[in-house]
């Protein structure tokens, strides 16, 4: 199983040779990587040059790339268009039995859910006394599709306690912010990437469904995992004034920090595979229910496997 997310920061030359990823930088030696090593990359130079043939290579190996703008952020993402065997009929499962029901119950879950972790988010940072008791009435709440917006109460409550009631999320002054949508980005291109891999369109969400929007299927699965990027987020930029290179490179590794899912522990990364695997078995009715990655059992990075 490929477990490298490689960042690229510097002006270099991507090249493919022997089944390696060949990076090139000025007069210093090359740097060999192995494909099957290589889950993602993140492309964070604008000056960096890559070959179509391996950016066609990569979506053969099902490697995603996401491109970071002038501000450091991801603005976007590269995939394979198909590189699942069975695509066209998991594909036909998803528009036949994501039925209205399926849809509104599993979003239902997802947001009780997200709620749960949020709550939890604000007991590990010894917020969560004063507003612990109204979340989890939210979460008790929500009704089918979340016709109520528990969700929305439940952020604000969330945000005015972790930042303040002056607290935006729109607004690109707060570096909290900066770290949330890199956080979330890393996590939905490695959501999208494995949606992919299993089969599933990920236009074809069970509650988001803009048609300009590629990624409603990653934006349903990415809500009760936010709360895990907030937690982690928040410890690693309080106190700080910038946005730096170090917070980046931090923020992908999220993707190798630990967490206790189905009684086992493991990296992140296989956790969100194992999730969207039970997503998909859903879909094409293997499966009942879907296991969701709980707060309480986010581990980090220190606690060794």
């Given amino acids: 199983m490929a477990f490298r997310v490689l960042m690229i920061e510097s002006e ?20 060999w990587i192995p494909l099957d090593d290589i889950s993602m990359i993140v492309i964070d130079n604008l000056t960096t040059s890559i070959t179509t043939r391996l950016l066609s290579i990569l979506a053969e190996e099902g490697i995603a790339v996401v491109i970071c703008d002038r501000k450091h952020l991801p603005i976007g993402y590269y995939c394979s268009y198909d590189n699942h065997s069975r695509a066209s009929k998991v594909f036909n499962y998803q528009l036949s039995s994501m039925t209205e029901e399926l849809k509104s119950n599993f979003w239902k879950k997802i947001i009780e859910q997200k709620i749960i972790n949020q709550r939890q988010t604000l007991i590990e940072l010894g917020m ?30 969330y945000f005015n306690t972790m930042m303040g009631t002056s607290f935006s999320r729109g607004d690109e002054d707060i570096l909290l912010n900066s770290g949330l949508d890199y956080g979330y980005a890393i996590i939905r291109s490695y959501l ?5 891999g ?33 937690l982690y987020a928040y410890r690693l930029l309080n106190r700080e004034e910038i946005f730096k290179a170090d ?46 990655p709980e707060v309480v059992d986010y581990i980090g990075e220190e606690d060794e496997l």
Wanted: glycine share 4%.
């Fill in 192 to 196: 999208a990437r494995l949606c992919v």
């Fill in 198 to 230: 299993y089969g599933l369109n990920t236009q074809v969400g069970f509650f988001h469904r803009n048609e300009y929007n590629r990624f409603n299927l990653c934006d349903d699965l990415i809500e009760p995992i936010r709360p895990i990027v907030d």
């Fill in 247 to 292: 917070h980046r490179h931090k923020l992908v590794n999220l993707l190798n920090h630990k967490i206790r899912y189905k009684n086992k522990k493991m990296y992140l990364c296989n956790m969100l595979e194992e999730y969207v695997e039970q997503v998909a078995s859903m879909i094409m009715g293997l499966r009942d229910q879907v296991v969701f």
């Fill in 128 to 157: 969560g006394e004063k507003v612990s008791d109204k979340l989890l009435e939210f979460s008790k709440e929500v009704e089918e599709r979340d016709c109520t917006n528990r969700e929305a109460h439940a952020a604000k409550v």
């Fill in 12 to 31: 270099v030359t991507i090249k493919l040779k022997l089944c390696n990823l060949i990076i090139t930088k000025g007069f210093e030696n090359d740097i």
